[in-house]
């Protein structure tokens, strides 16, 4: 992390917004190119097997911090939480990955766009939030938005678009979850459950598909989990640095990467429906998470606003 900071130091200057808005832009590439490599390497391995190596050296990232600090990461408060935290990253990093082998990158990332939406339901069935008018109607645009691109009008939907939107349903319940957790437990203890439990977990539908993975493959799949890595820690960063304001919008960019990278790597043409559906579902998914981002500011003064 010291080595990203001081990298985006020379080249964007000191600690603020144009520097968060430069880590957002390589966690979105880092993390649309890991995306790439997922649908390379299953043309070879089972997706199942992918996820697994994918948690498996995503693990290895914390060993120093176990050498280090022992058991101490591991003190918890909520055992049952983290244990169902990290069956839902299971269930919905092994769907995000089959959907990946069969479905083009910018398709996948347009539908990705739904995790907000689905958050907003969630939160209202699991955390009893207020939702009104405005995010409702931002939701029922989003909703527009998925069903133009998945047109199950006059085509049956697609079973890579079915699984991302199930990964994408199933990474807003583990948000929520998150939130329960952040009230308790510090970040690292968070993600380090997550990671030791989702790990073996994936192990158990990967083992009916395993091939032993050559040299070639192994290095790929470092690499892949490599990506993986400086994506979340340059995210994680980057909101530390600026304002959500200035960052959501990049999150767009994750369209833009996906369509080269699907072009060069895979000759895929998106469709002009997935463009049009992604800009719907991204707009309506920035509106509720500034509108939400908002309405905390404003929970401090005497009258909020109106959600």
Excluded at 94 to 123: N, R
Excluded at 185 to 193: A, Q
Excluded at 239 to 266: D, N, Q
């Amino acid at each position: 992390m010291k080595f990203l900071t001081q990298w985006t130091s020379n080249l964007f200057g000191g600690a603020g917004t144009t520097r968060g808005m430069a880590l957002m832009i390589l966690a979105t590439f880092t993390g649309t190119s890991m995306n790439g490599v997922i649908r390379l390497l299953s043309a070879d391995l089972h997706p199942f097997e992918v996820a697994f190596f994918r948690g498996l050296f995503g693990l290895l990232v914390f060993a120093p911090l176990i050498a280090r600090h022992r058991l101490a990461p591991l003190r918890t408060k909520r055992p049952g939480m983290h244990v169902l935290r990290g069956s839902l990253q299971a269930v919905g990093m092994t769907l995000g990955f089959l959907a990946l082998s069969m479905t083009p990158l910018a398709k996948v990332a347009a539908l990705q766009f739904t995790v907000p939406l689905f958050g907003t339901v969630l939160a209202l069935l699991i955390l009893h939030e207020a939702v009104r008018a405005r995010r409702i109607t931002a939701l029922a645009v989003g909703i527009l938005g998925t069903l133009i691109i998945v047109d199950p009008t006059t085509n049956a939907m697609d079973l890579g678009s079915v699984l991302v939107l199930c990964s994408a349903a199933t990474s807003a319940l583990s948000m929520i979850i998150v939130k329960l957790l952040s009230r308790t437990e510090n970040s690292t203890t968070i993600v380090l459950y997550s990671t030791m439990l989702m790990t073996p977990l994936i192990l158990i539908p990967a083992v009916p598909y395993w091939e032993t993975p050559t040299i070639q493959q192994l290095l790929w799949l470092a690499l892949l989990g490599s990506l993986g890595t400086v994506s979340n820690i340059c995210f994680a960063q980057a909101l530390k640095e600026s304002e959500v304001t200035a960052l959501t919008p990049i999150e767009f960019t994750r369209l833009i990467w996906s369509a080269l990278i699907g072009y060069f790597a895979f000759a895929e043409v998106p469709a002009v429906e997935t463009w049009i559906g992604a800009v719907i579902i991204f707009s309506a998914s920035t509106y509720i998470i500034l509108r939400e981002r908002h309405l905390r500011k404003g929970a401090v003064g005497a009258e909020p606003p109106r959600p």
